[in-house]
């Protein structure tokens, strides 16, 4: 029997709520990214031994970026309520990967702590050189 590994992938909060409200939806309403030149075919599954950090970029968009560099753009099928504001969300698998088919939570601050506030399912993971980017 495998356990379900619970894994929480956060982005730091700055600020206070209200500062931080209001940059999220600015950054939102833009919904700034930077641009992705595709490098090969779709995924379904990465590797989460081998993921670094995620960069939340909208409601829709993820940037999954991998240990040596290599970067994966997640386009969500649907908008993902709070996510691009509060650019946190948490993810349980029962193998180590993730995958087009799985479900995440976006995080959101309540009281003291961090309570998931909805659930959106993935979409392919995209192999990306993004703008900028030495790699």
């Given at each position: 029997?495998?356990?379900?590994?619970?894994?929480?992938?956060?982005?730091?909060?700055?600020?206070?709520?209200?500062?931080?409200?209001?940059?999220?939806?600015?950054?939102?309403?833009?919904?700034?990214?930077?641009?992705?030149?595709?490098?090969?075919?779709?995924?379904?599954?990465?590797?989460?031994?081998r993921l670094?950090?995620?960069?939340?970029?909208?409601?829709?968009?993820?940037?999954?970026?991998?240990?040596?560099g290599k970067?994966?753009?997640?386009?969500?099928?649907?908008?993902?309520?709070?996510?691009?504001?509060?650019?946190?969300?948490?993810?349980?698998?029962?193998?180590?990967?993730?995958?087009?088919?799985?479900?995440?939570?976006?995080?959101?601050?309540?009281?003291?702590?961090?309570?998931?506030?909805?659930?959106?399912g993935l979409?392919?993971?995209?192999?990306?050189?993004?703008?900028?980017?030495?790699?």
């Amino acid at each position: 029997m495998r356990a379900i590994i619970p894994i929480a992938l956060m982005l730091t909060a700055a600020g206070c709520a209200t500062a931080r409200d209001q940059a999220g939806a600015e950054q939102q309403a833009a919904d700034v990214r930077p641009a992705a030149t595709p490098t090969g075919d779709p995924v379904d599954c990465i590797s989460t031994i081998r993921l670094r950090q995620s960069h939340v970029r909208s409601d829709r968009v993820i940037d999954f970026e991998m240990v040596g560099g290599k970067m994966y753009r997640n386009t969500l099928p649907n908008r993902c309520p709070l996510l691009g504001l509060e650019r946190r969300f948490s993810y349980e698998t029962r193998i180590n990967q993730l995958c087009s088919v799985d479900i995440i939570r976006v995080l959101s601050v309540q009281g003291a702590g961090l309570q998931p506030t909805g659930a959106c399912g993935l979409g392919p993971f995209q192999p990306v050189k993004l703008e900028g980017q030495s790699r």
